[in-house]
């Protein structure tokens, strides 16, 4: 101690004393400052090498893409990203089904396709499953594959906007699928796309827990007004107010971060830690604090999407393959979609993102909406539930979100504003006008999404007025 106490103040003071002291504090403030950028650094490169592993892993095993083309067209490597991205080493092995990812300051992260359950993120590689062989038919060049008869004038106009779509390849557009009156107008892709490719649709999957809830209200399993009271959380628990319509509406409640900061310290929000760090994602959304009033603050988060699929897990007493067993009985098989959703290492679907289907998949989903519910003449969704899907969520900003679908009230779109937006990132899109019968669907590769909205914006604008003039 007395030797520390010469060091700082010395034996003389006067300017002396004053330049230690403030030598000193400088040297512990960047010895501190560096050991917390160290840490955070090493998180930042948890999360993009475990982007990376994902994005890898389904792309070669789930969509049958070659490694080449899911780093160019999936992964987002611009800015400070590429430098942490060129610094990983990646091992890809078809044989077991794995990709791990490894960084300077991190454990290696492993992917494992393992069949239903996607690609799994661990720490460890999971055992191998047996690896379906991937051959899904893929175009040479941009291919239009249904023509339907329309007046000749229309017809050309709809063929002028479809390729449009597709002339500029940074746009990245691989799909376009229009609908009317549940007729497939025209089905168009680009090269590389398909109608068995499974894509990416990341916020897609949000849609498909609303259909799920709409059809188990219809069978009388579950209601709108009911709380969702989860076991993790003891009676009298203020989160045991959440209702279900109230998370169907993006309202829970829940706090639940969104986006990340760079400096001076990286911290990643919430939102992408669910797909990046989790070995449990139901106890990372229950553990959540009540952030506001169920009903009063809407916004967009991944928390309440999956709090429903928890709820109804524990309402119906399933497991987690029962539960995904679940979703492909009352969702997948009836509507007629070829989807795909990862899970965590438990066996529960991160159906907030991790989901890959076919264009065709998400233009039947579109037609259920379309039809008010109805699926093959009979109703399937809950009478009324497409209405209350359209009714804006009480406390969201413009009105811009109502039932696990957005909303265009706010007019963020150029197309018509009481259309149903299923949206995903990169600008995965499937526009629905129940009144008018037309479906839109738009899948496109995420990296390049920055370029692509401006044309398919004015382009479904175009397309909208051309269908409803004949």
Same mark, same amino acid.
């Given at each position: 101690?007395?030797?520390?106490? @010469?060091?700082?103040?010395?034996?003389?003071?006067?300017?002396?004393?004053?330049?230690?002291?403030?030598?000193?504090?400088?040297?512990?403030?960047?010895?501190?400052?560096?050991?917390?950028?160290?840490?955070?650094?090493?998180?930042?490169?948890?999360?993009?090498?475990?982007?990376?592993?994902?994005?890898?892993?389904?792309?070669? *095993?789930? &969509?049958?893409? /070659?490694?080449?083309?899911?780093?160019?067209? &999936?992964?987002?490597?611009?800015?400070?990203?590429?430098?942490? +991205?060129?610094?990983? /080493?990646?091992?890809?092995?078809?044989?077991?089904?794995?990709? =791990?990812?490894? #960084?300077?300051?991190? $454990?290696?992260?492993? $992917?494992?396709?393992?069949?239903?359950?996607?690609?799994?993120?661990?720490?460890?590689?999971?055992?191998?499953?047996?690896?379906?062989?991937?051959?899904?038919?893929?175009?040479? /060049?941009?291919?239009?594959? =249904?023509?339907?008869?329309?007046?000749?004038?229309?017809?050309?106009?709809?063929?002028?906007?479809?390729?449009?779509?597709?002339?500029?390849?940074?746009?990245?557009?691989?799909?376009?699928?229009?609908?009317?009156?549940?007729?497939?107008? @025209?089905?168009? +892709?680009?090269?590389?796309?398909?109608?068995? +490719?499974?894509?990416?649709?990341?916020?897609?999957?949000?849609?498909?827990?609303?259909?799920?809830?709409?059809?188990?209200?219809?069978?009388?399993?579950?209601?709108?007004?009911?709380?969702?009271?989860?076991?993790?959380?003891?009676?009298?628990?203020?989160?045991?107010?959440?209702?279900?319509?109230?998370?169907?509406?993006?309202?829970?409640?829940?706090?639940?971060?969104?986006?990340?900061?760079? *400096?001076?310290?990286?911290?990643?929000?919430?939102?992408?830690?669910? +797909?990046?760090?989790?070995?449990?994602?139901?106890?990372?959304?229950?553990?959540? !604090?009540?952030?506001?009033?169920? &009903?009063?603050?809407?916004?967009?988060?991944?928390?309440?999407?999956?709090?429903?699929?928890?709820?109804?897990?524990?309402?119906?007493?399933?497991?987690?393959?029962?539960?995904?067993?679940?979703?492909?009985?009352?969702?997948?098989?009836?509507?007629?979609?070829?989807?795909?959703?990862?899970?965590?290492?438990? #066996?529960?679907?991160?159906?907030? #993102?991790?989901?890959?289907?076919?264009?065709?998949?998400?233009?039947?989903?579109?037609?259920?909406? $379309?039809?008010?519910?109805?699926?093959? #003449?009979?109703?399937?969704?809950?009478?009324?539930?497409?209405?209350?899907?359209? =009714? !804006?969520?009480?406390?969201?900003?413009?009105?811009?979100?109502?039932?696990?679908?957005?909303?265009?009230?706010?007019? *963020?779109?150029?197309?018509?504003?009481?259309?149903?937006?299923?949206?995903?990132?990169?600008?995965?899109?499937?526009?629905?006008?129940?009144?008018?019968?037309?479906?839109?669907?738009?899948?496109?590769?995420?990296?390049?999404? $920055?370029?692509?909205?401006?044309?398919?914006?004015?382009?479904?604008?175009?397309?909208?007025?051309?269908?409803?003039?004949?």
């Amino acid at each position: 101690m007395n030797f520390l106490t @010469r060091l700082i103040w010395g034996t003389r003071g006067g300017w002396r004393r004053l330049l230690r002291v403030t030598l000193v504090l400088l040297l512990t403030a960047a010895l501190t400052y560096g050991t917390l950028f160290a840490i955070s650094w090493s998180r930042l490169q948890h999360i993009f090498a475990a982007n990376n592993a994902a994005m890898l892993c389904a792309g070669i *095993f789930i &969509s049958g893409r /070659s490694a080449e083309e899911v780093d160019r067209q &999936s992964i987002i490597k611009e800015g400070f990203r590429k430098r942490i +991205y060129d610094a990983f /080493s990646v091992n890809i092995d078809r044989q077991n089904g794995t990709v =791990t990812v490894g #960084g300077s300051l991190i $454990a290696p992260i492993v $992917a494992s396709y393992q069949g239903e359950r996607g690609c799994i993120l661990s720490q460890k590689a999971f055992p191998p499953v047996k690896l379906p062989v991937l051959q899904p038919k893929r175009f040479d /060049s941009f291919t239009v594959i =249904t023509r339907a008869e329309l007046p000749d004038e229309a017809a050309n106009k709809l063929d002028a906007e479809v390729a449009r779509n597709f002339a500029d390849p940074t746009h990245a557009t691989h799909a376009l699928l229009i609908y009317k009156n549940n007729i497939l107008l @025209r089905e168009a +892709y680009a090269a590389g796309g398909g109608p068995d +490719y499974l894509a990416e649709n990341w916020s897609f999957g949000k849609t498909l827990v609303g259909t799920l809830v709409g059809r188990l209200i219809a069978e009388g399993k579950l209601s709108l007004d009911e709380p969702i009271a989860i076991q993790q959380w003891p009676a009298g628990n203020p989160r045991r107010g959440i209702r279900v319509r109230d998370a169907m509406g993006m309202a829970g409640g829940l706090r639940f971060t969104t986006g990340y900061k760079t *400096f001076p310290l990286f911290v990643q929000a919430d939102h992408g830690l669910v +797909y990046t760090d989790l070995e449990d994602a139901v106890r990372f959304v229950v553990d959540r !604090p009540l952030q506001h009033k169920p &009903s009063t603050a809407g916004s967009y988060n991944n928390a309440d999407p999956l709090l429903l699929l928890e709820f109804i897990r524990q309402k119906l007493n399933l497991s987690n393959d029962g539960l995904r067993e679940l979703i492909r009985e009352k969702v997948f098989a009836p509507v007629g979609m070829n989807v795909a959703v990862s899970t965590d290492p438990k #066996g529960f679907p991160i159906i907030t #993102g991790y989901v890959f289907g076919t264009a065709r998949s998400w233009g039947n989903l579109g037609l259920l909406y $379309a039809n008010k519910g109805r699926l093959n #003449g009979q109703q399937y969704l809950a009478e009324g539930f497409v209405d209350f899907v359209g =009714t !804006p969520s009480p406390g969201y900003p413009g009105e811009a979100y109502g039932g696990m679908v957005w909303l265009n009230r706010h007019g *963020f779109y150029k197309f018509p504003k009481e259309a149903l937006v299923i949206s995903g990132a990169g600008d995965q899109i499937v526009m629905i006008l129940p009144a008018d019968g037309i479906v839109i669907v738009r899948l496109g590769h995420r990296n390049k999404s $920055a370029t692509t909205r401006q044309t398919f914006d004015d382009s479904f604008k175009n397309i909208v007025e051309i269908l409803k003039s004949y």
